[in-house]
């Protein structure tokens, strides 16, 4: 079983990023998938849950009505769309699955 972030980067405040996780060595579409951070010197807290198909999300109020969590089955891909970023977004952010973290991807949110 594999996860793996890509997207992060350095953003200004107000800004947009768009994470990704690609997902192998189980059946994906089975599957809820879970978006998470950890900030510097803070534990890793929950941020987003998708259902195996899509229908149902679930977000932590931190980041509600700014972040979307969605999925694509075909290609084995979650995302996270983060808009109006603000600086306490700064974090390293996990793809989590069946029990498996990615390794991170990291988030800047600084002018």
């Known amino acids: 079983v594999q996860l793996v972030e890509s997207g992060g980067g350095l953003v200004q405040p107000g800004g947009s990023l768009r994470l990704s996780c690609v997902a192998s060595?189980?059946?994906?579409?089975?599957?809820?998938m879970s978006w998470y951070r950890q900030a510097p010197g803070k534990e890793r807290e929950y941020v987003a849950r998708?259902?195996?198909?899509?229908?149902?999300?679930n977000y932590a109020d931190s980041v509600k009505g700014r972040f979307t969590i969605s999925r694509d089955n075909a290609k084995n891909t979650v995302f996270l769309q983060m808009n109006s970023l603000k600086p306490e977004d700064t974090a390293v952010y996990y793809c989590?699955?069946?029990?498996?973290w990615g390794q991170g991807t990291q988030v800047t949110v600084s002018s």
């Open positions: 060595g189980f059946t994906f579409s089975s599957y809820a």
């Open positions: 989590y699955a069946v029990g498996v």
């Open positions: 998708i259902s195996s198909a899509g229908g149902v999300t």
